[in-house]
């Protein structure tokens, strides 16, 4: 097994041996699902028997032996191991806000990606402000600008699926025996989709190493649209999950990195920086990454300058609205305009 880059490991493995093949780790078995058809036919399809998550040793012990819908409340069992073991109440309430980053940590790490492809193909930024610029002039973006933002759109779409934070999914584990193509599946074996092969085969997307958003020009498709999609060569990106563990919280990763991918733009130039010694661009290897279950781009340089002083000035006086709307506990005691559909505010109101 490759210590590192696992998934361009997985990806030669696939070119190889075909879109399904497994691997004998001690006495497990795992199954590597390299294209999009096969997600569909077992992840989704039979989701009824592939919907499972793999038994994982540690998390045994740290559950004491329950299934999470049975275990004790986890805070709980933090403010007892508080009092024995003596650690701070800023530790526990850092270890038990852990659990709720999967959502935060995976749209900011799909922002450092997008940055990074910026500095990249710096064509994307050009085209992007351009469309900026000519539908929202001097004011922010709302999300009400999205049905009018194609290129923008383009830019989500084709940030998950150039530098996917899942880059091999989250395992899945099959509860019983099957067979696909020929192939015996044992019940316990876990299934994993390698996000990678699958969103960089040349098949699916020419060019799969260029970050073009005009690929997605003529999709329309929100996320949830795309993972239900009985194709499954027009689901655009697999960063969501497949089966019965899609991603529940989709449409708020679309409409957050919209509304930062848009804002980011209409406010601020990205450029490559520039080595002191030689007087080069430094431009970033897309490879370079910060593995573990999610990925995001190693730390990168760039020169982020506003557009202009007026823009900066806008961005400045934003930020000043939106602490008006803040109380002590740092949390929105109103929404701000521009962060709820038009048609939404009649049934949710203003109000938090």
């Not at 709302?142 to 699926?161: Q, V």
Request: charged share 25%; with cysteine; aromatic share 8%.
């Amino acid at each position: 097994m490759p210590k590192e880059k696992a998934h361009l490991q997985f990806q030669k493995w696939s070119e190889e041996n075909g879109p399904v093949y497994s691997l004998v780790l001690g006495m497990k078995v795992m199954v590597v699902l390299s294209s999009d058809q096969a997600i569909k036919d077992l992840l989704d399809k039979r989701s009824g028997i592939y919907s499972s998550r793999p038994e994982m040793y540690l998390g045994q012990i740290i559950s004491g032996g329950y299934r999470v819908l049975l275990m004790p409340c986890f805070c709980v069992d933090l403010i007892k191991a508080e009092e024995e073991q003596g650690f701070s109440e800023g530790i526990a309430g850092y270890t038990s806000g852990s659990l709720l980053e999967a959502g935060s940590d995976t749209t900011a790490a799909t922002l450092i990606g997008f940055v990074q492809a910026l500095l990249i193909f710096p064509e994307v930024m050009t085209a992007a402000q351009a469309e900026i610029d000519r539908v929202c002039g001097e004011r922010l973006p709302e999300l009400d600008d999205l049905p009018n933002l194609p290129y923008i759109r383009g830019c989500i779409k084709e940030s998950m699926r150039w530098m996917p934070t899942d880059i091999l999914g989250v395992p899945h584990a099959v509860i019983r025996d099957d067979e696909y193509m020929g192939y015996k599946i044992p019940k316990g074996s876990t299934m994993v989709y390698n996000v990678w092969a699958v969103q960089m085969d040349p098949k699916r997307h020419a060019n799969p190493e260029r970050f073009d958003p005009s690929r997605w020009l003529e999709d329309t498709q929100t996320s949830a649209e795309a993972a239900t999609n009985a194709d499954a060569t027009k689901r655009d990106h697999f960063v969501f999950g497949a089966g019965r563990r899609l991603c529940q919280g989709m449409h708020i990763a679309d409409r957050s990195l919209f509304l930062a991918m848009s804002r980011l733009l209409w406010g601020f130039e990205f450029h490559r920086a520039v080595d002191d010694a030689t007087g080069e661009e430094i431009v970033p290897a897309m490879h370079d990454l910060t593995e573990g279950l999610f990925v995001l781009p190693k730390p990168f340089q760039a020169k982020v300058v506003p557009r202009s002083e007026a823009k900066a000035a806008r961005i400045r006086a934003e930020w000043a609205e939106m602490t008006e709307l803040l109380d002590d506990e740092m949390q929105w005691k109103a929404l701000p305009k521009g962060m709820i559909w038009d048609d939404d505010a009649a049934l949710v109101g203003v109000e938090a």
